[in-house]
Nanobody
Framework: QVQLVESGGGSVQAGGSLVLSCAVS?????LAWFRQAPGKERARVAS???????TVADSVKGRFTISQDNAKNTVYLKMNSLKPDDTAIYYC?????????????????WGQGTQVTVSS
């Protein structure tokens, strides 16, 4: 059974930085960060597979990075130059399938979510 526990959300002013962490237990092939703002669909922000191949959404490219520490079984989302549009609940997600899907409904396991609020 896979369990995901997120931490690191909070409130920050525009231009600031935050790092989200997701502690993982159990086998996974791909770990991803999704976000969902009020009234919007849950969208993938970034993902990384077990081999370290990663991708980030165009909307955060150059500002967000995803990384994983296999020794700590933790995946991170480092967010720089935050904008008010980045305000959302951020979720860690995992799949055991051999692909990093872009659609949220392909991920079997989810964390509880952590709120990120960026003020202007």
């Amino acid at each position: 059974q896979v369990q995901l526990v997120e931490s690191g959300g909070g409130s920050v002013q525009a231009g600031g930085s935050l790092v989200l962490s997701c502690a993982v237990s159990g086998y996974t092939y791909c770990l991803a960060w999704f976000r969902q703002a009020p009234g919007k669909e849950r969208a993938r922000v970034a993902s990384i597979d077990t081999y370290g191949s990663w991708t980030v959404a165009d909307s955060v490219k150059g500002r967000f990075t995803i990384s994983q520490d296999n020794a700590k079984n933790t995946v991170y989302l480092k967010m720089n130059s935050l904008k008010p549009d980045d305000t959302a609940i951020y979720y860690c997600a995992a799949t055991t399938s051999f692909s990093c899907y872009s659609q949220y409904n392909n991920y079997e396991y989810w964390g509880q979510g952590t709120q990120v609020t960026v003020s202007s």
